[in-house]
């Protein structure tokens, strides 16, 4: 997959999970990574990373889950958590690898996020993602975790874009991401896990081919004639009712202030 992947110009692996730490062949993965010419990313609890692992890491970039100050967090993912998160951010720091941190708001952490903003500064990350997780997973048998969606979409504006240099890649999803499975499927993203291109065996080339990839052309209205919509994109297609939903993304609608009947109803 990953000679494939450097074929076709692929740019960012992001290892995810789960906890990708916690993949019984992980440490193997690790060894293969050097011999290709790909920016990868450990996306990761943090929890599991000491200075000895840390150093023996073959990533560019750790990215660290935060969700919250620490009694949210810790609440979420478990006594402890949070500092272990912080302690592993140091630990890869010190193996000379990028740092980053990502952040989801709920309904435990949605007034965190001013004071969080000022731990991320000390950290001096790379990056900091915030987003609203669509009401999927773990989150549809927790519907209480949802935070408000219009204090939700103002902690999104405290996001630090990479190198803090404003860049924006758009935020229409899919348009060049895919997500491969753990059995092999090659997917659009983790929300689209049945929208398949095909599996490994068929050739990441061709899996990717075979999966839609939607453009701005699949928009509707009010998206259409919205004065975001270069930066917007329609925001995530999951959120937005679907891949071939025309509707828009609520929780981008309440981040750039554009509220249509719509927006009631993802949370709450
Ligand atoms: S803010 Fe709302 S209406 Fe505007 S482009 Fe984004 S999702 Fe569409």
Redesign the pocket.
């Known amino acids: 997959m990953l000679e494939e992947f450097e074929d076709g110009g692929g740019l960012r692996l992001l290892l995810s999970g789960g906890e990708p730490l916690l993949y019984p062949y992980f440490w193997q993965l690790n060894d293969l990574l050097p011999a290709f010419d790909i920016r990868v990313v450990l996306l990761t609890n943090g929890t599991l990373l000491d200075r000895r692992s840390a150093a023996l890491l073959n990533v560019h970039e750790v990215q660290a889950s935060l969700d919250g100050l620490e009694e949210s967090h810790d609440r979420l993912r478990g006594p402890g958590a949070f500092r272990r998160a912080l302690a592993g951010l140091e630990a890869a720091r010190a193996a000379g690898l990028t740092v980053s941190v990502a952040s989801t708001v709920n309904a435990l952490n949605v007034d965190d996020f001013e004071a969080l903003a000022e731990i991320v500064a000390e950290l001096d990350v790379w990056q900091w993602t915030i987003d609203v997780p669509a009401v999927a997973g773990a989150m549809v048998a927790n519907p209480e975790l949802a935070a408000p969606l219009d204090r939700a979409a103002a902690a999104l504006d405290l996001a630090m874009p990479a190198g803090n240099h404003g860049d924006n890649e758009g935020q229409l999803c899919g348009a060049h991401m895919a997500a491969v499975m753990p059995d092999g499927a090659v997917v659009k993203c983790g929300l689209f896990g049945d929208i398949r291109g095909g599996t490994l065996e068929r050739g990441l080339r061709d899996a990717w081919r075979a999966l839609p990839h939607r453009s701005l052309d699949g928009?509707g209205e009010?998206?259409r004639s919205?004065l975001?919509?270069e930066e917007?994109?329609?925001?995530c297609r999951y959120r937005?009712g679907g891949l071939d939903s025309p509707d828009?993304?609520p929780v981008?609608?309440h981040r750039?202030g554009?509220l249509?009947t719509c927006t009631k109803e993802v949370v709450g």
Not at 232 to 235: L, M, P
């Open positions: 928009l009010p998206c919205c975001h919509l917007c994109r329609g925001g937005g828009p993304d981008q609608c750039y554009v249509h």
